[in-house]
């Protein structure tokens, strides 16, 4: 007979190592792609991912034993690096820095995008989200990663945080099309977690290319993982934000102004007013950057 508890034992270890979406109508085998691919990799290494006698599951009362790390061999012939070890960062970003460089168009760029396999996110979100607006807006935003709607519906900033960051900008007469908005990391993160450093390191290069493409007059970095990540700074966003500094683009520096997150806002309305700020900045800058070229 069944046992509720070893069922439920079962899903708290999947929710707690982050499987918290089923990405497909059957379930991959790890233990028979892994023991398949450590037979025919030329190693010494012990059975790769063998499966303990108890078969791998929860006992009662106890959580279930982990799998052990499976050597990287393991993951031949799968599309992915070995998801506990992602491709070294450096490794994955010097693949990434290739592919991005090569591209000469944004439609190249995210092609190259939607074909990079070096960020194992890409495994468990159901779509590339790549950008929206207009890319040739004065302003280019740039937030942290896709949530559930963005992932559903391919499209950054489409959820709640985007219907509040859509009335911000309403605010200062902008709109998606006077506006180009992209993230960090094109795929979303399981269950919404906060990006590793070697996920971003791994996709940062398209990022780069992608600014370099759309050669923005102003950037707004939104929350501490885009603003941290785009200035190489290690304060948090509530230090950042409001003071304009320079993106060290390829093209040469570009003003960045670091905003708080819409989510961070929708939690904690009375920074709204900080918000506010920041966005009549945004508008003087714009209004700045229209009046010298015309
Ligand atoms: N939060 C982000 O940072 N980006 C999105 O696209 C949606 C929510």
Same mark, same amino acid.
């Given at each position: 007979m069944i046992d509720v508890s070893d069922i439920l034992d079962a899903l708290r270890w999947h929710a707690d190592i982050g499987? %918290?979406?089923?990405?497909? %109508?059957t379930p991959l085998d790890w233990a028979t792609l892994t023991a398949r691919a450590a037979a025919r990799a030329p190693s010494t290494a012990p059975a790769a991912g063998s499966v303990p006698a108890n078969g791998g599951g929860a006992t009662r009362g106890q959580p279930a034993p982990r799998p052990a790390p499976r050597p990287a061999a393991a993951f031949a012939g799968t599309p992915f690096a070995d998801p506990a070890q992602p491709l070294g960062a450096s490794e994955a970003g010097v693949s990434a820095r290739a592919r991005a460089g090569e591209a000469r168009t944004l439609a190249e760029l995210e092609a190259a995008l939607r074909a990079f396999d070096g960020c194992p996110l890409k495994a468990t979100a159901m779509n590339t989200v790549f950008a929206d607006g207009n890319p040739e807006a004065t302003v280019m935003l740039v937030g942290e990663a896709p949530g559930e709607d963005e992932d559903r519906?391919?499209?950054?900033?489409?959820g709640v945080s985007g219907r509040l960051l859509d009335r911000m900008l309403a605010q200062i007469g902008l709109d998606r099309g006077a506006i180009y908005i992209t993230n960090i990391l094109p795929w979303r993160p399981p269950g919404n977690r906060s990006p590793t450093q070697a996920e971003i390191a791994a996709c940062l290069p398209f990022l780069e290319r992608h600014i370099a493409l759309v050669k923005p007059k102003l950037l707004v970095a939104l929350g501490g993982v885009s603003a941290k990540t785009l200035l190489n700074r290690a304060e948090g966003i509530t230090r950042l934000r409001g003071q304009w500094r320079d993106y060290d683009a390829a093209g040469g520096p570009v003003p960045l102004l670091p905003m708080l997150h819409p989510a961070y806002l929708l939690r904690n309305p009375i920074a709204k007013r900080e918000a506010w700020r920041d966005m009549l900045s945004l508008r003087q800058r714009m209004n700045e950057v229209a009046a010298k070229s015309s």
């Open positions: 499987c %918290d979406e089923a990405i497909g %109508d519906q391919g499209k950054p900033f489409v």
